[in-house]
Every structure is written in structure tokens, then in C-alpha cells.
């Protein structure tokens, strides 16, 4: 291959090295047709000259250039505020030692301060209560990361009243200010990135690399959403008729309930969070019960931005039991709410129902679960597919929205693809997460243990051949990785959400029926698809229908920004997370006209139009 490219460079003076394989036939033969697929690959340099022919100039252009291009395009309107480009923050380069004992003295660091006290906060204040309420580390259920003062109705409702007191001023600071708070809060988390990754290993039993992922999330929301913002402060110019004046503007809708789940702590909560208060709502804040220290520290980095009193108040709390108070209220314009979906539904109900006096229908947001699938296809690469479906289905314990819990394969691969997977699952290491070699560490609490053992056993009632690894450690909420094959597309087990390291590996014939069993379930979050037939990939791309559809990757891991999230059916109200018109959720539009014919000098204001 390349012989001329090799004789030219030779000629010019240069080391070349040539390499081959050698062994066995099959072995080439496969080393071969991957080094083939990696230069016809779309990014190839050598597609890219003897194929599309790209001149020159083009292809000995360094990419780092190419890369700060495409970065900076679609920012120009921000440039223009005087604020750089929006960039995803890089997660830690785990091969650097540095990370490494920065990261095990954050561990330490943190825990020497447990138990954590947390307060409420209302209206600036801090407030205890005399119901507490423990936050413990999944791993190991004697360890108390945190005593937490709980709300009840009484305090869910003096910080209603706190929000609606501070929402006049709010709303009519400008929106530059107010995204200039996102911007100093992500600043914040930035400097207390170990420290807030740390804790979350110890509350929410994740990952080192997975806690660090979630807080970069967290300012990834923070500096989008407040970039978002400028560019919607820019009053939308409507229709071009002379003699008129017709703006479109977005206003806040007032108090706005923020409900978050405990699987990304820190991430969903800033994301929700900030969406609310950058367009001008002031917000109660609940965090989930499993995870209120790490929700505690969310309010410890606003507050350390400056926020004025009354604008971000948090209450943690017993959702079952002051729930109902924050979404029902007559004063609340509305909710976002992320988790499971029959506590969305319940809020949809709560939120809709009209109170006496009320004048507003409240606006939710609900971001529910998913039963989510990857397909694997005849011809897809099983070393990469084995690598995607497991991060998918086991990282964080598969406690992901996104995660993959169903597994769809061809026949003709399929038991070969098996065979691979189980030897991959019974290779990764599974343990304490504060000890960085695990991979998988336990369910968030026992009732989750409990739920995840439940579906294990209703899927060995049903027959279906089962991979299992267990692990015995007393004293965490540890649950077996488990792998069930030959499972039917309609039993429970392929139907229902579990939200644990449970499995359920389909048989399908060809790739129509495995989109037909894909879609058949009553969610539609993420989905996956490994395959390299163009063909499959356009039907994929046309009737898989999720909200969030990844081909040829795994099905978790969205970047804000990049690629924005949410699903439909029963996953949610198809917005998205993390995207351009996520903030608009937040609003009411309104557009005002004026007749400018006999006025004479009409001042520009700064608009944009669409
Ligand atoms: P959850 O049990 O529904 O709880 C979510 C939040 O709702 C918690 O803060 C909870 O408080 C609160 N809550 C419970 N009952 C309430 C009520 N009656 N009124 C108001 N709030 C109430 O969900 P989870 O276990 O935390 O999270 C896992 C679920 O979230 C999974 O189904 C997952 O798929 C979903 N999820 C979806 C997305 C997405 O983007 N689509 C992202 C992440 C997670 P307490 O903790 O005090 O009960």
C-alpha cells in the first residue's frame, strides 16, 4: 500500500518504516481489512486526496486550525458580547499522574469532613430543621456522607413566597447579568472540580471518571445556557412591512420548581437550574433524597457567585411528602422535573390541576426514563460493538437514563457476539468506587438493590438463560452484572425499566425486525446502532425513532451542546436538554407591533432577525 507515497518520501531523505503482519492467515487477513476500512474512512487522508480530491492546499491544512474554525462559527454572535466561544470541558486525562493524586487527595479530603451538615437555604438564609434525614455512601451503607435538615410543607411554601418576592427584580435584571452569574458559577466548579467529583463518588457511588464527567456536565450547562441566553436577549424583528415595527421578545414565566434525580447529581441539577434562572425565573430547588449533599454543594457554588437572596432557594426534602406542595402551588409557574416516569406523570397531574385563584397554567418539563436498545447488525465490528454496549448497559451500574438495557442481535452473528460479550463482562472489575480500578460499583440504595434482584428473578421464572457475576461485599448495595439471553422482546424483563446491570439480549432475524422490536417498547429515549451497511444505517436513521439516536458509538455519554437530549413517548416531552431551544421552555414569547408611519425618528434597538 502507499508505494509511491513511500518511494517519495524515501527519495526525500525521510525514515520510512514499513510494517506487515505476520502469523496466521486468518489473523492478516483481519489486520488487513481494518487497516483498508481505516484509510477509505471518511477522515482519511487518503480518501480525501484519490477520491474526493481535495485540493492541496486543503489537505496538508493543520486540523488544529480546521478544529478552532469550526469551533468559533457558530459562536460569532457571542464574540460580539465580548465573551469567547463555548467550550465542552475536558474531562481528566486519567494517564496523567497528576489527575490521579490530586484526585485520591480530594477523596481523602472530603471524607475527613463527614458527616456534612446541610441546612436549607431560603431566601439567603440558612435554615435548620428539626427533621434529618442521612445520606449515605452506596458502597458502604455504615458511612454517613451527609445530615441533612428536611423540608416539609412549611418550609416548601416560605420558599415559594421567597421566590415570588424576589422575581420582580430578577426579572428585569438584564440578561447579560444574568448570564454573567452562570459564567462566575462555573468558575467556581472549576477551581472545586476534584472536591466536587470527589463527593460524588462517596454520595452517589460513581466512577472516578464518571463523578468528574458529571461535573464538567455541570459547567458545560452553566457556560452554554448563559451563551444561550445573550442570543435570546436579542428582540426577534418579524415581517418586513414599512411603517411597522413587530418584535418577538421572551420573557421569564415566574417561580419555577426544579425537581432533579440523584444519577447525575450535580450535572442535571445545574442544567435545570440554571436554564430557569438565566431566563429570568427564580427557582426552588429539590434535590433528590439520595443525593442532597452534592445537591448542597450546587447551592454552595451560586451562592459563591453572588446570586441575590431569593433567587435559587433550596430545599431538600421528602419528594413523597412535600412534593405535592412545591408542584401544586397556585404561585409556581412551573416545573422541571427529571426522573422516573411515574413520578413525572404524577407531577403532570399535580401541576395541571387549577387551583382556586390561580392564574396561570403551569408549564412542565418532564424528562423521564427509557427502556433503550442497541442494535448490533451482521456486518457491525464486534470488538468495537462489545466495548459500546458494555460502557452502555454497565456503566454507572447501568443506572443511566440513556443507559442500554436492551441488546437486539442478528441471528447470524449472534451467538458469537455473546460469546464475546460475556468474556468482556466477566473481565471488568467490579467493587468500591473510590478505588479506581472498579468499573462497576453498587446500586444507590437498597430499594434499588431490591428492585434490580426482583427483575433477575422474574427473568430466570421465564426461562432465559442467564450470565451472572456476582460480587459478596456486605456492606455496599452491591447487585450481580447480569447478562440475559434469548429473552422475548415482549416479556417484562424487555419492557420495563430496571435501572441496574440487567441485560436483556434479543434474537432477531434480520435488521427490519430488529427496528420493529426497538421501537416497540413505551419509551423513546436514546438508542444505538452498530452496523456498516450504508443501507441499515439510512433505515436506522429514518424509522429508529428515540429522541436521542447514536450510530456506530455507545447510546449514553451526551455533550452539551453537541448533542441535545431528551426523549419522547413515555421518556418525556421531546425537549432538549442542552440544545438551542431548551431555554425557550422557560419563557413565554410575546410579540408587540407599533405603527411608526407618523412618527418620524424610530431609535434601532438591538435585534436579530430569523
Ligand atoms: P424519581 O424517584 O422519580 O425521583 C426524582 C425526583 O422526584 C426526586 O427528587 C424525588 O424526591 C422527587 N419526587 C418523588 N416523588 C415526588 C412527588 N410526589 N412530587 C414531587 N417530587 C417528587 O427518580 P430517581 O430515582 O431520582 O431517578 C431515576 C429515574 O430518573 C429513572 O427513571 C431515570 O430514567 C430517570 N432519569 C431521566 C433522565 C432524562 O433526562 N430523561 C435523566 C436522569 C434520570 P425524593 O428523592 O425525595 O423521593
Same mark, same amino acid.
Not at 179 to 201: C, E, I, N, P
Not at 432 to 456: H, T
Given at each position: 500500500?502507499?508505494?509511491? =507515497?513511500?518511494?517519495?518520501?524515501?527519495?526525500?531523505?525521510?525514515?520510512?518504516?514499513?510494517?506487515?503482519?505476520?502469523?496466521?492467515?486468518?489473523?492478516?487477513? /483481519?489486520?488487513?481489512?481494518?487497516?483498508?476500512?481505516?484509510?477509505?474512512?471518511?477522515?482519511?487522508?487518503?480518501?480525501?486526496?484519490?477520491?474526493?480530491?481535495?485540493?492541496?492546499?486543503?489537505? &496538508?491544512?493543520?486540523?488544529?486550525?480546521?478544529?478552532?474554525?469550526?469551533?468559533?462559527?457558530?459562536?460569532?454572535?457571542?464574540?460580539?458580547?465580548?465573551?469567547?466561544?463555548?467550550?465542552?470541558?475536558?474531562?481528566?486525562?486519567?494517564?496523567?499522574?497528576?489527575?490521579?493524586?490530586?484526585?485520591?487527595?480530594?477523596?481523602?479530603?472530603?471524607?475527613?469532613?463527614?458527616?456534612?451538615?446541610?441546612?436549607?437555604?431560603?431566601?439567603?438564609?440558612?435554615?435548620?430543621?428539626?427533621?434529618?434525614?442521612?445520606?449515605?455512601?452506596?458502597?458502604?451503607?455504615?458511612?454517613?456522607?451527609?445530615?441533612?435538615?428536611?423540608?416539609?410543607?412549611?418550609?416548601?411554601?416560605?420558599?415559594?413566597?421567597?421566590?415570588?418576592?424576589?422575581?420582580?427584580?430578577?426579572?428585569?435584571?438584564?440578561?447579560?447579568?444574568?448570564?454573567?452569574?452562570?459564567?462566575?458559577?462555573?468558575?467556581?466548579?472549576?477551581?472545586?472540580?476534584?472536591?466536587?467529583?470527589?463527593?460524588?463518588?462517596?454520595?452517589?457511588?460513581?466512577?472516578?471518571?464518571?463523578?468528574?464527567?458529571?461535573?464538567?456536565?455541570?459547567?458545560?450547562?452553566?457556560?452554554?445556557?448563559?451563551?444561550?441566553?445573550?442570543?435570546?436577549?436579542?428582540?426577534?424583528?418579524?415581517?418586513?412591512?414599512?411603517?411597522?415595527?413587530?418584535?418577538?421578545?421572551?420573557?421569564?414565566?415566574?417561580?419555577?420548581?426544579?425537581?432533579?434525580?440523584?444519577?447525575?447529581?450535580?450535572?442535571? /441539577?445545574?442544567?435545570?437550574?440554571?436554564?430557569?434562572? =438565566?431566563?429570568?425565573?427564580?427557582?426552588?430547588?429539590?434535590?433528590?433524597?439520595?443525593?442532597?449533599?452534592?445537591?448542597?454543594?450546587?447551592?454552595?457554588?451560586?451562592?459563591?457567585?453572588? &446570586?441575590? !437572596?431569593?433567587?435559587?432557594?433550596?430545599?431538600?426534602?421528602?419528594?413523597?411528602?412535600?412534593?405535592?406542595?412545591?408542584?401544586?402551588?397556585?404561585?409556581?409557574?412551573?416545573?422541571?422535573?427529571?426522573?422516573?416516569?411515574?413520578?413525572?406523570?404524577?407531577?403532570?397531574?399535580?401541576?395541571?390541576?387549577?387551583?382556586?385563584?390561580?392564574?396561570?397554567?403551569?408549564?412542565?418539563? !418532564?424528562?423521564?426514563?427509557?427502556?433503550?436498545? $442497541?442494535?448490533?447488525?451482521?456486518?457491525?465490528?464486534?470488538?468495537?460493538?462489545?466495548?459500546?454496549?458494555?460502557?452502555?448497559?454497565?456503566?454507572?451500574?447501568?443506572?443511566?437514563?440513556?443507559?442500554?438495557?436492551?441488546?437486539?442481535?442478528?441471528?447470524?452473528?449472534?451467538?458469537?457476539?455473546?460469546?464475546?460479550?460475556?468474556?468482556?463482562?466477566?473481565?471488568?472489575?467490579?467493587?468500591?468506587?473510590?478505588?479506581?480500578?472498579?468499573?462497576?460499583?453498587? =446500586?444507590?440504595?437498597?430499594? !434499588?438493590?431490591?428492585?434490580?434482584?426482583?427483575?433477575?428473578?422474574?427473568?430466570?421464572?421465564?426461562?432465559?438463560?442467564?450470565?451472572?457475576?456476582?460480587?459478596?461485599?456486605?456492606?455496599?448495595?452491591?447487585?450481580?452484572?447480569?447478562?440475559?439471553?434469548?429473552?422475548?422482546?415482549?416479556?417484562?424483563?424487555?419492557?420495563?425499566?430496571?435501572?441496574?446491570?440487567?441485560?436483556?439480549?434479543?434474537?432477531?432475524?434480520?435488521?427490519?425486525?430488529?427496528?420493529?422490536?426497538?421501537?416497540?417498547?413505551?419509551?423513546?429515549?436514546?438508542?444505538?446502532?452498530?452496523?456498516?451497511?450504508?443501507?441499515? $444505517?439510512?433505515?436506522?436513521?429514518?424509522?429508529?425513532?428515540?429522541?436521542?439516536?447514536?450510530?456506530?458509538?455507545?447510546?449514553?455519554?451526551?455533550?452539551?451542546?453537541?448533542?441535545?437530549?431528551?426523549?419522547?413517548?413515555?421518556?418525556?416531552?421531546?425537549?432538549?436538554?442542552?440544545?438551542?431551544?431548551?431555554?425557550?421552555?422557560?419563557?413565554?414569547?410575546?410579540?408587540?407591533?407599533?405603527?411608526?408611519?407618523?412618527?418620524?425618528?424610530?431609535?434601532?434597538?438591538?435585534?436579530?432577525?430569523?
Amino acid at each position: 500500500m502507499g508505494e509511491q =507515497v513511500r518511494n517519495a518520501l524515501h527519495k526525500a531523505g525521510l525514515h520510512v518504516r514499513v510494517y506487515c503482519p505476520v502469523g496466521e492467515m486468518l489473523q492478516g487477513m /483481519s489486520y488487513l481489512v481494518r487497516r483498508l476500512l481505516e484509510n477509505t474512512a471518511n477522515e482519511s487522508f487518503l480518501l480525501q486526496a484519490f477520491s474526493q480530491k481535495l485540493p492541496r492546499e486543503d489537505l &496538508l491544512r493543520n486540523p488544529a486550525e480546521k478544529l478552532k474554525k469550526m469551533a468559533e462559527e457558530p459562536q460569532k454572535t457571542v464574540e460580539q458580547s465580548g465573551i469567547g466561544p463555548y467550550r465542552i470541558e475536558p474531562v481528566f486525562d486519567w494517564s496523567r499522574a497528576e489527575h490521579r493524586a490530586r484526585f485520591a487527595d480530594a477523596l481523602k479530603r472530603v471524607r475527613d469532613n463527614f458527616p456534612i451538615h446541610v441546612p436549607l437555604q431560603v431566601g439567603g438564609k440558612k435554615i435548620q430543621t428539626a427533621s434529618r434525614f442521612a445520606s449515605l455512601n452506596p458502597d458502604r451503607a455504615d458511612e454517613t456522607v451527609g445530615i441533612i435538615s428536611a423540608a416539609g410543607v412549611k418550609e416548601a411554601e416560605s420558599a415559594i413566597a421567597a421566590a415570588k418576592s424576589a422575581f420582580p427584580l430578577w426579572r428585569d435584571t438584564s440578561a447579560g447579568k444574568r448570564a454573567q452569574y452562570l459564567f462566575k458559577a462555573a468558575a467556581f466548579a472549576r477551581l472545586k472540580r476534584y472536591d466536587l467529583a470527589a463527593l460524588q463518588v462517596f454520595e452517589a457511588g460513581k466512577s472516578w471518571s464518571e463523578s468528574d464527567a458529571d461535573v464538567c456536565e455541570a459547567i458545560d450547562y452553566l457556560e452554554y445556557y448563559g451563551r444561550e441566553m445573550l442570543r435570546y436577549s436579542r428582540h426577534i424583528t418579524m415581517g418586513h412591512v414599512l411603517g411597522e415595527t413587530s418584535h418577538l421578545l421572551y420573557e421569564p414565566r415566574g417561580v419555577a420548581v426544579v425537581i432533579a434525580p440523584w444519577n447525575f447529581p450535580m450535572a442535571i /441539577s445545574a442544567g435545570m437550574s440554571s436554564a430557569a434562572m =438565566v431566563t429570568g425565573n427564580t427557582v426552588v430547588y429539590k434535590p433528590a433524597s439520595q443525593s442532597p449533599v452534592t445537591g448542597y454543594m450546587l447551592n454552595g457554588i451560586f451562592e459563591e457567585a453572588g &446570586l441575590p !437572596a431569593g433567587v435559587f432557594n433550596f430545599v431538600p426534602g421528602p419528594g413523597g411528602t412535600m412534593g405535592d406542595a412545591l408542584t401544586g402551588h397556585p404561585d409556581v409557574a412551573m416545573v422541571a422535573f427529571t426522573g422516573s416516569r411515574d413520578v413525572g406523570l404524577h407531577i403532570l397531574a399535580k401541576a395541571h390541576e387549577i387551583q382556586e385563584g390561580s392564574s396561570v397554567i403551569k408549564n412542565v418539563i !418532564a424528562e423521564m426514563g427509557g427502556k433503550n436498545a $442497541i442494535i448490533v447488525d451482521s456486518d457491525a465490528d464486534l470488538d468495537e460493538a462489545v466495548i459500546y454496549v458494555l460502557q452502555s448497559a454497565f456503566g454507572y451500574q447501568g443506572q443511566k437514563c440513556s443507559a442500554c438495557s436492551r441488546l437486539i442481535v442478528i441471528e447470524g452473528i449472534y451467538d458469537r457476539f455473546v460469546e464475546r460479550l460475556k468474556a468482556a463482562a466477566q473481565s471488568v472489575n467490579i467493587g468500591p468506587v473510590e478505588l479506581p480500578q472498579n468499573f462497576m460499583g453498587a =446500586v444507590i440504595e437498597p430499594a !434499588a438493590r431490591d428492585k434490580v434482584l426482583r427483575y433477575i428473578e422474574i427473568g430466570k421464572e421465564a426461562g432465559f438463560p442467564l450470565f451472572e457475576r456476582k460480587i459478596q461485599l456486605e456492606n455496599g448495595y452491591f447487585v450481580p452484572l447480569s447478562i440475559f439471553t434469548d429473552v422475548d422482546p415482549e416479556s417484562r424483563l424487555a419492557r420495563e425499566e430496571i435501572f441496574g446491570p440487567v441485560l436483556a439480549v434479543i434474537k432477531v432475524k434480520d435488521f427490519d425486525e430488529a427496528l420493529c422490536v426497538a421501537n416497540g417498547t413505551q419509551y423513546a429515549l436514546t438508542g444505538g446502532v452498530v452496523s456498516r451497511s450504508p443501507a441499515n $444505517i439510512r433505515k436506522a436513521r429514518e424509522s429508529f425513532r428515540t429522541g436521542n439516536l447514536y450510530i456506530n458509538r455507545g447510546c449514553t455519554g451526551a455533550v452539551v451542546g453537541r448533542h441535545p437530549f431528551g426523549g419522547f413517548k413515555m421518556s418525556g416531552l421531546g425537549y432538549k436538554a442542552g440544545g438551542p431551544d431548551y431555554l425557550q421552555h422557560f419563557m413565554i414569547a410575546r410579540n408587540i407591533v407599533e405603527n411608526t408611519v407618523r412618527r418620524g425618528f424610530a431609535p434601532l434597538e438591538e435585534t436579530r432577525t430569523e
